[in-house]
């Protein structure tokens, strides 16, 4: 990698830090290219990023932002996986460290916040924000439902109702 590479991914790579809202640090020690392809593919998906780097050019790059206290992860064969949907990305990088025991996952950040590995796995174990608007509209449509469910009765049906409210 010479120095024009090298800038150009340090730029890169604190746009990351600042732009996204959580970062996670991984050992992916092992992983073949197949397997680390799938992997970003998989992360894409889910409008996430899987970025492997060097240790140096990525503690340049955390000084000054908000994840400046991950740099103590940066050791060995690490990558980072980063983007703006923070379940989505833990979920991702979750389910594909339990497909793969090579990919380990360090911690990382949500902001200013540490996240260990059991935080992250926490994270990755609530619902994705699809799930949660899905849920969300679920709640709001359901008495909707149910008036409209009354109201559509048959005329005998509504006549009874009637009939007991009157009893009262």
């Not at 959580?22 to 397997?35: C, K, M, S």
């Not at 932002?65 to 064969?77: A, M, Q, V």
């Not at 200013?112 to 994705?128: D, G, H, N, R």
Request: no cysteine; charged share 25%; proline share 2%.
């Amino acid at each position: 990698m010479d120095r024009a590479q090298k800038a150009s991914e340090l730029i890169h790579l604190k746009k990351r830090f600042k732009d996204d809202d959580i970062v996670l640090i991984v050992h992916y020690d092992g992983l073949t290219v197949a397997q680390v392809s799938l992997l970003r593919r998989e992360m894409q998906s889910k409008g996430s990023s899987f970025k492997v780097t060097k240790n140096k050019l990525a503690a340049l790059a955390v000084k000054g932002t908000r994840y400046e206290h991950l740099e103590s992860l940066f050791k060995g064969p690490m990558a980072i996986a980063s983007g703006q949907d923070t379940a989505g990305t833990a979920k991702a990088l979750y389910e594909f460290a339990k497909k793969n025991d090579k990919l380990k996952i360090l911690g990382g950040g949500l902001g200013e916040t540490v996240l260990s590995k059991a935080a992250v796995e926490q994270l990755a174990k609530l619902p994705s924000l699809d799930e949660l608007r899905a849920k969300l509209l679920g709640l709001l449509v359901a008495p909707a439902t149910k008036i409209a469910g009354v109201v559509q009765a048959p005329a005998g049906q509504l006549a009874r109702v009637v009939g007991a409210y009157a009893n009262k």
